[in-house]
């Protein structure tokens, strides 16, 4: 089952924060990608990916800095990710501790894949996409190599990437780039990659400590699992719908309150699942249709209500679209197997 595309909410918070510092109103920006703020700013939030994006491009327009995402991290202060960084942080090598990221590295970006290559005199740390590099957006994987060499930066004495890699073309000077990121930055290169020679793979990390690293491992690896699935959203709604249905169908409108999203943003999830709020609807009330047709205590009447239809008719007709018989002949069938 695959996770859904989300995004740890601590990037655009701190993009937020920069925009409003400057006196620029960010509530048109959350509007357009149908993100709201409450949402923005909870504790150990995720966002959908997407939104995320959007709202990166728009904020980098209306600011004219290019590499706003990157003075965004700058602010953000070391420990924002948590146990993600502590994980690393508790590692024995340097090495150990790149390998921890790449484990964990969906708890900030579910959408990525980390993976390490060893090479002749270095190890390549490789950034992917959906398991293709040429699909990765060029901002999204600057923000993580910038965010994680930063972070490891400051776990060990005196050591920096022997130098990071990008496929794609400097949206500013490299200059800029290297000295945000305080390594060596090449563009234009064939892929995506941290690169750190072997001799500083088996150096010491400043705060190693195996025991509570192995903690900190089986906490991360049961909060993984804690992690929304692209079925996982459907199946809310489903059941949200079942409790509110009697006396009356919930609209889109409140169904994305209820998720914490824009209607327009829902309506988008839902279209590239190939599905809809409205299918999901009809899909909710023929399944709960059936189960009360069964129940030979419960009047047409009755059901029509829990269903949330206006009239016995209407909820007769859509039933005999859906499944090509009548209530009455479902329920008479249903009482002959039993």
Wanted: overall charge neutral; aromatic content about 8%; some cysteine.
């Amino acid at each position: 089952m695959r996770r859904k595309k989300l995004t740890l909410n601590v990037s655009t918070r701190s993009v937020i924060e920069l925009l409003e510092e400057e006196g620029i109103d960010v509530s048109p920006l959350l509007d357009k990608v149908g993100l709201t703020r409450q949402v923005v700013f909870k504790e150990g939030g995720y966002l959908p990916t997407d939104c995320v994006l959007e709202f990166g491009e728009l904020a980098r327009q209306i600011s004219h800095d290019p590499l706003l995402h990157l003075h965004a991290d700058q602010r953000i202060p070391l420990g924002a990710y948590q146990a993600l960084e502590y994980v690393i942080a508790t590692s024995e090598t340097l090495g150990e501790g790149f390998k921890k990221l790449a484990e964990f590295i969906h708890l900030a970006n579910t959408s990525t894949l980390m993976k390490i290559q060893e090479r002749s005199d270095h190890y390549s740390i490789q950034l992917e996409y959906h398991e293709r590099q040429d699909l990765i957006p060029p901002t999204l994987v600057e923000y993580i190599f910038c965010s994680s060499s930063k972070r490891i930066q400051s776990m060990i004495d005196n050591w920096a990437p022997a130098s990071i890699h990008f496929r794609h073309r400097p949206r500013a000077p490299i200059e800029e780039y290297e000295k945000i990121m305080n390594a060596k930055v090449k563009f234009e290169q064939n892929i995506n990659e941290i690169v750190v020679l072997k001799s500083d793979w088996t150096r010491k990390m400043k705060r190693a400590d195996s025991n509570l690293g192995t903690i900190l491992v089986q906490y991360l690896t049961n909060l993984s699992n804690t992690l929304p699935r692209d079925e996982d959203m459907i199946y809310e709604i489903h059941q949200y719908l079942a409790k509110e249905l009697p006396g009356g169908a919930p609209k889109i409108e409140i169904i994305a309150k209820h998720l914490g999203l824009e209607t327009r943003t829902l309506q988008r999830h839902l279209k590239a699942k190939g599905t809809s709020f409205k299918k999901i609807l009809e899909d909710t009330r023929e399944e709960l249709a059936k189960i009360h047709l069964a129940d030979m205590a419960l009047s047409i009447n009755e059901i029509s209500y829990l269903l949330g239809y206006s009239e016995q008719s209407v909820f007769q007709r859509a039933f005999q679209r859906q499944t090509g018989k009548t209530p009455g002949v479902y329920r008479r069938q249903v009482k002959s197997n039993m």
